[in-house]
């Protein structure tokens, strides 16, 4: 029984592919189109699913798409009933997207698909629903409570769960336009980055400010009641009227207007950071004391929704000790809305029997693979010098060594990641013990501000050595704090008064792996396991061995603007324009000074 | 046909006719949740979707939506069939089964 699953139209579209329950395939639109968080309706996402499955339309059995476009536009014209003198713009601005797409989709998806499989129609979840399963049901457990917090799905924002074997049952929930992923978006917004697109620059500010404005933010913007639930203050946010996320009210509580995008950040930016942050971690852990409450004993937590990607409050989850066990879905986003829907529909509408296992997720290692053959026919095809190596000791020994002779690696292995994070099969990877590798992957590689340190990939087995974190963390989702701090005198509150100078702090040294480590000591950790994803495993393994350190850095494979890279195409192109030394595509090794100077070209990528 | 001014003044004017919301709830001091309980029966169900016609589309807009009225309904169903050339057959088919309210032809 094959059923396909859709998220499209919002942001992050991707198709997922089950077949039995099993899943076989997934991958976000933006990896084929090359737009970051493309929203249109997932063509090529769609059809890598069908063929990697080797089927046509007529062998899915249901196409389920995760969203109700009705209740949607329910919310969008209560919302216009609301507003006060723009609704008429509003209804405009909005109005291809309201009338021509989301009502529209079951046409639209069926000429994409070609076909809207055996039953003939489209099946629709509703988001909250599909965020809960994309939770639940890869999860390694029986049951579980089940949060969801994002932006907002339809009328919901919220929802608190629980499930059991194949049933999901969703018990409270809170309504737009009270939103904790609105008001993160806002204060996004508000310090100069992108909504949807810098809510996790905005997280990795946080650890430079402090939360000063806390108070105000409770008093005056959210109330939060004991059990997590909140209600926003609307009269200081613009989002319901389209223009922006927030208005002069807003402006004037925090000092002043906004930060203009590629403006200085200054301490105001890292103040709001560090206050929201702490807003948003007390809400999520009273939402899990909450659903603690509501479990009977459950022990295990599992989260979704774009809120659930803020691994600093993960971390802070996970230190709280509700709940014995948390596992959160590694395509959180909409993207995993596009899981959720397929395996509510097999699970939930077929009835089928759900056993729990570990590696359900596969590591979200779901997207396309290319094999030696055809790297080595897009090699010799355009004349690009190579090294073939067979996969063992030699090569991931040569690996090492590059790494540990500080060259900086682009790594393409195996199938492409579902979800935001680069796990290791497009990924950058680099030492870090180097005090000048977080400012040369920021600002010679990425281009990207340069605030942000980059995540430790640790050996599972040894991550307890280094880290703090006490649980396993495939999917980059928690946040730990480094064991061993550098022995110097740094006080950053005091730095920050003087200098207000971000550059400055990160060339600090901070720790004995300084180029993973916040200046709070905190690390977006990933453990790896042979298990899961051997020749990255092995290639840790082989450094450990030749430097006694059991970790690396790894950032997504792309620069700054640019979806992670999909094929060996697009590898070579980020490898040639950027500072990276050495290409891995498979079992090949790529040198950049025996490259031809032919293959240089600048794609240009808007800011995110 | 594209959309024009006047039609987004008809839907404003309509979704105003028909008192739907004032306001979105308020912060409240004195309650001790903000939770509301979902509904199981109506909001976890998969349903099949998908409408041939301007009164399908109706149906099922009156049948989920808060904004409740039949007058905002239709006027978003017209929206919704506005610039559909490829369904045209359909259209054509919902005029047959149903006599449209005077007003779409203002619209």
Redesign the interface.
Known sequence: MYILGISALYHDSAAALIKDGEIIAAAQEERFTRAKHDKSIPRNAIHYCMDFAHIEAENIDAV??YD????T??RF??N???IGDN??DL??LS??SM??DK?????KLEQAIGGLGK?R??????HH?AHAASAFYPSPYESAMIITVDGVGE?NTT???VGKENE???????????SIGLLYSAFTYFCGFRVNYGDYKLMGLAPYGEPVYYDVIKNKLI?V???G??????DYFDF?NGRSMTNKKFEMLFGGSRREPEQKITKREMDLAASVQKVVEEVIVKLARTAKALSGGVENLVLAGGVALNCVANGVLNREKIFKNIWVQPAAGDAGGALGAAL??YY??CKNRRVAEKETQKGSYLGPAYTEEEILHYLEANGIPFDKYEYGEEFYDTIADLIAQQKIIGLFEGRMEFGPRALGNRSIIADPRSEIMQSRLNLSIKYRESFRPFAPAVLEEKCSEYFDLDMESPYMLFCGFVREKADIDFDLTKYLNHKNDLTEIIKRKRSAFPAITHVDYSARIQTVTRESNPVFYDIIKQFEKKTGCGMLINTSFNVRGEPIVCTPKDAYYCFMNTEIDVLVLNNFILYKEKQPKAYKRRDVYELD | MS?T?LE??K??KY??E?H??????????E????????D?ER????????FMNIPE?QE??KR????NSSV?DTA?AI??F???S??QEEEKTAEEGYVLPTFIYNF
């Open positions: 389920v798409y109700d476009p009705i209740l536009l329910d014209l209560a216009l009933a609301v609704q008429k209804l405009e109005y291809d009338f021509q009502l529209w989709i079951a046409k039953a129609k489209l099946f629709i979840t509703k629903m009328w929802t608190i769960g999901i049952t969703i018990l409270k929930k809170i309504d737009y336009p009270h109330d009641k004991e059990d639930s909140f209600r926003l203050n609307l319901q509510l529909f939930s509408k | 959309w001014n987004a003044e839907i404003v979704l105003k028909a739907v919301h004032d306001s979105f709830p308020a912060i409240e001091k309650c001790t949740s903000y939770f509301d309980t979902y199981m909001d976890s169900l998969i349903e099949e979707f998908g589309l099922l807009l989920k939506c808060v904004v905002v978003c929206a919704a506005k610039n559909k490829e369904i």
